[in-house]
């Protein structure tokens, strides 16, 4: 079964760039997504089609997807940033999650 | 507003049976595919099955193929997930979400509040 590898976590200083890295097979081939989660919510996407952002997402969110890797990037990273974080893609009609990276602003 | 509102989780036992229900409003339901997502408690998300706005195709994850079914009712609104024989790694809070797309792919760009499952005797 296809899978996605994320580190489980990332630290960044306020103000400065995050990034969190998605590794599949092939993933450059596929569509990736991005989804952040708080504590205590429901998921919330903010990254669609490798590099699209969904009404009302920062600007400071981007990604990008190429060869085995997809790359969800925060500029500018803020105290309300501190997150989980999940890439997602679909593997034959199977939607497929990566493990979670926890985002830590300090 | 485009909302999702899941219910039917609960207390089960090991090989028992539940129903969740997903409410949907604020769309028309039929154009998109819907998904059932879970997550373990301190565990990251997982997607379980899909189905396209039509209702006649469906998708499973391998985890729960044979135990689970998804169905939907358009002239409802309402996404079904019928769970049997369930397990103690059942244990989930189970989200419904919607896709972008009429069929399998797309984003999950609207997410219920999630309904929690726990299997336990």
């Known amino acids: 079964s296809y899978e996605l590898t994320q580190p489980p976590s990332v630290s960044v200083s306020p103000g400065q760039t995050a990034s969190i890295t998605c590794s599949g097979d092939?993933?450059?081939?596929?569509?990736a997504y991005w989804y952040q989660q708080k504590p205590g919510q429901s998921p919330l996407l903010v990254i669609y089609?490798?590099?699209k952002r969904p009404s009302g997402i920062p600007e400071r969110f981007s990604g990008s997807n190429s060869g085995n890797t997809a790359t969800l990037t925060i500029s500018g990273t803020q105290a309300m940033d501190e997150a989980d974080y999940y890439c997602q893609a679909w593997d034959s009609s199977t939607g497929v999650f990566g493990g979670g990276t926890k985002l830590t602003v300090l | 507003e485009v909302q999702l509102l899941e219910s039917g989780g609960g207390l089960v036992q090991p090989g028992g049976s539940l129903r969740l229900s997903c409410a949907a409003s604020g769309f028309t339901f039929s154009s998109y595919a819907m998904s059932w997502v879970r997550q373990a408690p301190g565990k990251g998300l997982e997607w379980v099955l899909g189905?396209?706005?039509?209702?006649?195709?469906?998708n499973y994850a391998d985890s729960v193929k044979g135990r689970f079914t998804i169905s939907r009712d358009n002239s409802r609104n309402t996404l079904y997930l019928q769970m049997n024989s369930l397990r103690a790694e059942d244990t989930a809070v189970y989200y419904c979400?919607?896709?972008?797309?009429?069929?399998?792919?797309?984003?999950?760009?609207?997410w219920g509040q999630g309904t929690m499952v726990t299997v336990s005797s």
């Open positions: 092939k993933l450059g081939d596929k569509y």
């Open positions: 089609q490798d590099n």
């Open positions: 189905i396209r706005g039509s209702g006649g195709s469906t």
């Open positions: 979400a919607k896709s972008s797309i009429a069929v399998a792919g797309g984003s999950f760009e609207i």
